[in-house]
């Protein structure tokens, strides 16, 4: 895999609380994702970062922030956990030149009770 | 906002059988990329598209591109097991690649 790791793989977490989940890469690249992946929508983008301090809302960023201090990680924070947000996270990456394939981590499974 | 939608959601199919996956856009595209998630897995880049009406083989799997830029399908030749999985098309805007919208997927069986 292109360097990509996500931490926690898994957490469970109680309702109204604060949850971060991170995003770490190896490859120095400037374009990072978050997505969220739920039975029926495929993978829905949540914020997207283009360069350190350089951050952007997706189709469904209510409730998350992130936070991009250093090139190699971005973070994403539910500031208040709903079941809602109950979803497997995917974080990222995305090459430059010709193609624009991006990599994906190995994902968070988040579990809000 | 730009909506890719993929059908069938699901499809099963005998091992040995064809199968054929659709995407379409509510937007003109720049490129059209198609990913596998196997089961428990994370998305793998299968291939890009960028011009009109471009068709690319990688050995049983035929993508295209439509004319108008806002289709594409994924067709799948003879399937074996190891085709089983989720397969997503995603679609990018001209002006850069930002924001790509990922289709809603195709979770293929395979019945042996």
């Known amino acids: 895999d292109a360097g990509i790791t996500q931490s926690p793989r898994h957490k469970v977490t109680e309702t109204g609380t604060p949850v971060t989940l991170r995003c770490h890469q190896t490859?120095?690249?400037?374009?990072m994702y978050w997505y969220r992946q739920d039975p029926g929508h495929g993978l829905r983008l949540i914020h997207y970062?283009?360069?350190?301090?350089?951050?952007d809302k997706g189709e469904v960023s209510d409730g998350y922030s992130v936070s991009r201090s250093k090139t190699e990680d971005f973070l994403l924070t539910l500031e208040s956990a709903t079941s809602s947000q109950t979803s497997v996270y995917f974080c990222a990456i995305r090459t430059p030149g010709q193609t624009h394939e991006a990599f994906f981590g190995q994902g968070t499974r988040l579990t809000v009770v | 906002g730009q909506q890719v939608m993929q059908i069938p959601q699901y499809q099963h199919v005998q091992e040995g059988e064809d199968f054929t996956t659709y995407c379409n856009s509510s937007?003109?595209?720049?490129?059209i990329q198609w990913y596998k998630q196997r089961p428990g897995g994370h998305p793998v880049f299968l291939i890009q598209?960028?011009?009109?009406?471009e068709v690319k083989k990688q050995k049983r799997l035929t993508f295209q591109f439509g004319e108008a830029k806002k289709n594409s399908s994924l067709h799948i030749t003879a399937t074996q097991t190891t085709d089983v999985g989720t397969y997503f098309c995603?679609?990018?805007?001209?002006?850069?690649?930002?924001?790509?919208?990922f289709g809603t997927g195709t979770k293929l069986q395979v019945i042996p």
């Open positions: 970062s283009y360069g350190v301090k350089d951050t």
């Open positions: 995603a679609g990018e805007l001209s002006g850069g690649y930002q924001k790509v919208t």
């Open positions: 490859e120095n690249h400037r374009y």
């Open positions: 937007t003109t595209l720049s490129n």
């Open positions: 598209l960028v011009k009109s009406g």
